[in-house]
């Protein structure tokens, strides 16, 4: 099983990580990145790769 960290301290609610992800894990709520859809995740990483304030961290 997966989670997902984001740390709301550094998110800007910047919306890449709901552009990167394939499955539509992430919605923007009040500003943050929130996980919406856990079950479809890939672990592909491309939202960890792609958060441009290292907010987002993949644990298997
Ligand atoms: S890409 Fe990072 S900073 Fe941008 S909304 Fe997602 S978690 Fe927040
Ligand atoms: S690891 Fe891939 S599938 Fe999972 S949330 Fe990030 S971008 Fe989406």
Redesign the pocket.
């Known amino acids: 099983m997966v989670e997902i960290k984001?740390d709301l301290e550094?998110?800007?609610?910047?919306?890449?990580?709901?552009d990167t992800c394939p499955v539509g894990v992430?919605e923007?709520q009040n500003e943050?990145?929130v996980v919406v859809n856990l079950d479809e995740c890939l672990i592909c990483r491309a939202?960890e790769a792609?958060?441009?304030?290292n907010?987002?961290e993949i644990i298997e």
């Open positions: 984001i550094k998110c800007t609610g910047c919306g890449t990580c709901v992430f923007i943050k990145s939202c792609q958060c441009p304030e907010a987002i």
